[in-house]
């Protein structure tokens, strides 16, 4: 009998082992792309349009507000891109929303879904910098070729 209490007691105990040592929830899992997006806050560096009388050249469309843009990506999907400036930046140029966020399966598009639709042409991506061309427009009529930068 003292037998049966001491493996029934064992048996019990490794249950509780076994269910501490569960592994958690740690997210869902991430292709490299979508690991480089998520590891970090990104910082808005630059925001262009080719120049009108060349278009060859690039022309900044950002103020200096702008540079406390922030862009966040979530692990389930996600996004916010923010104006952290004081007064409030020029929401035209700079593209602030939040909604969700999905890399293509050839890691070459970041679609961002939020009021508006942006579908992001990945130049580079890696850990430490996006740049990517998007279509925009501040009229029905005109749609500006973007290139922007974060660090």
Known sequence: MKSKKSI???AIVCAFVFAAC???DNGPS????QKALTGRVWQLQTL???FTSDPTKDS???QSCA?????AFDYYGQFQFAD???NGCD???VPYDKGIWAISSDNDSLLLKGTRTFAWKLEKLNDTLIVATFKDSVSPTEHWLKKITLK
């Open 8 to 10: 029934l007691s064992l």
């Open 22 to 24: 569960k592994k958690t």
């Open 30 to 33: 991430l292709t490299p792309a």
């Open 48 to 50: 262009t349009v080719p």
């Open 60 to 62: 900044s469309i950002i």
């Open 67 to 71: 540079d406390s843009a922030l862009l």
């Open 84 to 86: 952290r400036s004081k």
């Open 91 to 93: 929401s035209s140029a």
